[in-house]
């Protein structure tokens, strides 16, 4: 069985206003997109916004720590090539 933690916004709105918006407007729409307060989970659990999008799926054990440890590293190299990349990256 799977739960489901809802956050009180709109995806899409949170997209536009916080990480596609220029940095100066950024942090003054921070405001309407509270950060949820989740808990601790050790099962699977799906985040979804008001209107009923999958944000989010958290699958833990999914990855070994070996995926893990490779998939970091393959970021931050990645990064390093691409500064403005936001391939592995998210920003509030």
């Not at 509270?34 to 799906?46: A, I, Q």
């Not at 691409?82 to 990256?89: A, D, E, F």
Request: net charge positive; aromatic share 10%; hydrophobic share 30%.
């Amino acid at each position: 069985m799977v739960d489901t933690v809802y956050v009180p916004w709109d995806a899409e709105e949170y997209y536009a206003e916080c990480v596609k918006a220029r940095t100066e407007h950024r942090e003054k729409n921070k405001h309407k997109f509270p950060l949820p307060s989740f808990g601790s989970y050790g099962c699977p659990l799906t985040v979804v916004d008001v209107r009923g999008r999958i944000v989010l799926w958290y699958l833990p054990g999914l990855l070994s720590i070996r995926q893990q440890v490779s998939l970091k590293k393959s970021c931050h190299h990645s990064e390093s090539e691409s500064p403005n990349s936001r391939l592995c990256g998210m920003e509030p």
